[in-house]
């Protein structure tokens, strides 16, 4: 167990603070990263130079597109190329990253040149040449060759983003071709087609029809979802959460219909200094996350939850990584059609670097396939709970979710007087 001097609820005042690494070169701040000193980009350090060194990155995009926020509502827009051709899938496949080392996965990452241009959020509905080539982009389904002119040398400072994986290399674009046409699938061609179809409806529509989230997000971040006059370029961070939530509530709706698992459960897998916890409790459908984090030898907690009869509401405290904990439970309950009330706790330990809210989705996806126990009772459950995680049972007290179970009196215990 970590031996832990001090704990305590963390607001929303405190979300960025607390979220920083202690990086051994630059202490946590990225602004200062440096090509020749960053332990984890030594693998990458001759590529980046030859990158450095020209104006011009041809390469097959995995494929890749990044809109950022800074400035809304005008944004930076552009494709995400590194300069090789080969099979760059692996670099947008999220489920496989688990299963690289850490710095393998920093290094294929910081390879992809980001091209940037300032655009309106509008212009997605009327795009140039430039956004044209980049919507196109985001449709393909596989590597696709593409050519960036940048108006200078790229700089060379890798960007670590809570929510977002980390990008590379950055400049100014100047011109984006497309070296080869684009593999499209049918379903993503015909949705992006349908301008009269909500963005929720053709979130659910592509994600049933098996089109991978980090697809959907390109999509929806690019403004190729939703009614021709509500179109509109989204920031990446935004996107990845609104689509995490968007398919969560359509899922959490059909919970609902089935019954309520018969036993206590207890899932866990850790990966990339995160691990991953999630208790299922017989009942309605109710979720809650506390997100702890390791420092020094103290800790900082954000928690979050959703109750029968609560509104829907942002996760202040927890934040994307709310959403991104919810779905694969919910994928789970929907898979064996059952019912159930779920605490997440994700514990994050020294070591860590910003690789955004995927890791949570996929180690909690991961997670669901690992049962560690279960049981018929609850105090036992809390049991082998306290075993194998380093949060404290006693933190748990402020648990909406194990208050409720602990306080509601059951229909059978009624029955029982009479």
């Given at each position: 167990?970590?031996?832990?001097?001090?704990?305590?609820?963390?607001?929303?005042?405190?979300?960025?603070?607390?979220?920083?690494?202690?990086?051994?070169?630059?202490?946590?701040?990225?602004?200062?990263?440096?090509?020749?000193?960053?332990?984890?980009?030594?693998?990458?350090?001759?590529?980046?130079?030859?990158?450095?060194?020209?104006?011009?990155?041809?390469?097959?995009?995995?494929?890749?597109?990044?809109?950022?926020?800074?400035?809304?509502?005008?944004?930076?827009?552009?494709?995400?190329?590194?300069?090789?051709?080969?099979?760059?899938?692996?670099?947008?496949?999220?489920?496989?990253?688990?299963?690289?080392?850490?710095?393998?996965?920093?290094?294929?990452?910081?390879?992809?040149?980001?091209?940037?241009?300032?655009?309106?959020?509008?212009?997605?509905?009327n795009p140039s040449r430039l956004l044209t080539a980049i919507q196109e982009l985001g449709m393909a389904y596989t590597p696709t060759d593409v050519e960036l002119e940048l108006d200078k040398?790229?700089?060379?400072?890798?960007?670590?983003?809570?929510?977002?994986?980390?990008?590379?290399?950055?400049?100014?674009?100047?011109?984006?071709?497309?070296?080869?046409?684009?593999?499209?699938?049918?379903?993503?061609?015909?949705?992006?087609?349908?301008?009269?179809?909500?963005?929720?409806?053709?979130?659910?529509?592509?994600?049933?029809?098996?089109?991978?989230?980090?697809?959907?997000?390109?999509?929806?971040?690019?403004?190729?979802?939703?009614?021709?006059?509500?179109?509109?370029?989204?920031?990446?961070?935004?996107?990845?959460?609104?689509?995490?939530?968007?398919?969560?509530?359509?899922?959490?709706?059909?919970?609902?219909?089935?019954?309520?698992?018969?036993?206590?459960?207890?899932?866990?897998?850790?990966?990339?200094?995160?691990?991953?916890?999630?208790?299922?409790?017989?009942?309605?459908?109710m979720f809650e996350v506390f997100e702890v984090w390791y420092r020094g030898g103290s800790m900082k907690i954000y928690h979050d939850s959703e109750l029968p009869g609560d509104p829907d509401?942002?996760?202040?405290?927890?934040?994307?990584?709310?959403?991104?904990?919810?779905?694969?439970?919910?994928?789970?309950?929907?898979?064996?059609?059952?019912?159930?009330?779920?605490?997440?706790?994700?514990?994050?330990?020294?070591?860590?670097?910003?690789?955004?809210?995927?890791?949570?989705?996929?180690?909690?996806?991961?997670?669901?396939?690992?049962?560690?126990?279960?049981?018929?009772?609850?105090?036992?459950?809390?049991?082998?709970?306290?075993?194998?995680?380093?949060?404290?049972?006693?933190?748990?007290?402020?648990?909406?979710?194990?208050?409720?179970?602990?306080?509601?009196?059951?229909?059978?215990?009624?029955?029982?007087?009479?």
């Amino acid at each position: 167990m970590v031996q832990l001097k001090l704990y305590r609820f963390a607001g929303r005042s405190e979300f960025r603070e607390e979220r920083r690494v202690s990086c051994p070169v630059c202490g946590g701040d990225f602004k200062k990263c440096r090509l020749e000193i960053c332990p984890y980009l030594k693998d990458v350090r001759e590529l980046l130079r030859k990158v450095q060194s020209s104006r011009i990155v041809f390469g097959s995009s995995p494929p890749s597109a990044f809109i950022g926020s800074w400035g809304y509502p005008r944004v930076l827009a552009g494709p995400l190329v590194p300069p090789i051709q080969a099979d760059t899938s692996l670099m947008e496949d999220y489920g496989s990253w688990l299963d690289l080392p850490l710095q393998k996965l920093v290094s294929m990452r910081v390879s992809m040149v980001r091209g940037k241009k300032p655009v309106k959020i509008e212009d997605a509905r009327n795009p140039s040449r430039l956004l044209t080539a980049i919507q196109e982009l985001g449709m393909a389904y596989t590597p696709t060759d593409v050519e960036l002119e940048l108006d200078k040398e790229p700089v060379i400072r890798p960007g670590f983003k809570l929510r977002y994986a980390p990008t590379g290399p950055s400049g100014t674009v100047v011109k984006a071709i497309l070296a080869e046409n684009p593999t499209i699938p049918r379903v993503v061609d015909k949705i992006v087609s349908d301008i009269d179809l909500k963005a929720s409806q053709a979130i659910y529509k592509l994600y049933r029809s098996g089109i991978g989230e980090q697809h959907i997000v390109r999509l929806f971040s690019l403004g190729l979802l939703g009614l021709k006059r509500w179109r509109r370029l989204v920031p990446t961070e935004w996107s990845i959460t609104a689509v995490d939530d968007q398919i969560g509530r359509w899922l959490r709706s059909r919970l609902k219909e089935y019954d309520w698992i018969n036993m206590y459960e207890i899932y866990q897998y850790e990966a990339h200094y995160n691990r991953v916890t999630v208790l299922l409790i017989p009942g309605p459908w109710m979720f809650e996350v506390f997100e702890v984090w390791y420092r020094g030898g103290s800790m900082k907690i954000y928690h979050d939850s959703e109750l029968p009869g609560d509104p829907d509401r942002y996760p202040e405290n927890v934040g994307g990584a709310y959403h991104a904990l919810r779905l694969p439970i919910l994928e789970k309950l929907s898979e064996i059609r059952r019912q159930a009330s779920a605490l997440a706790i994700a514990e994050i330990y020294e070591g860590w670097i910003p690789l955004g809210v995927w890791r949570f989705r996929e180690i909690c996806r991961r997670a669901m396939k690992f049962r560690r126990c279960k049981s018929n009772s609850l105090n036992e459950i809390l049991a082998e709970l306290g075993k194998i995680i380093d949060l404290p049972l006693r933190v748990l007290d402020e648990s909406r979710v194990l208050r409720y179970h602990k306080e509601q009196k059951q229909l059978t215990e009624f029955l029982k007087l009479f």
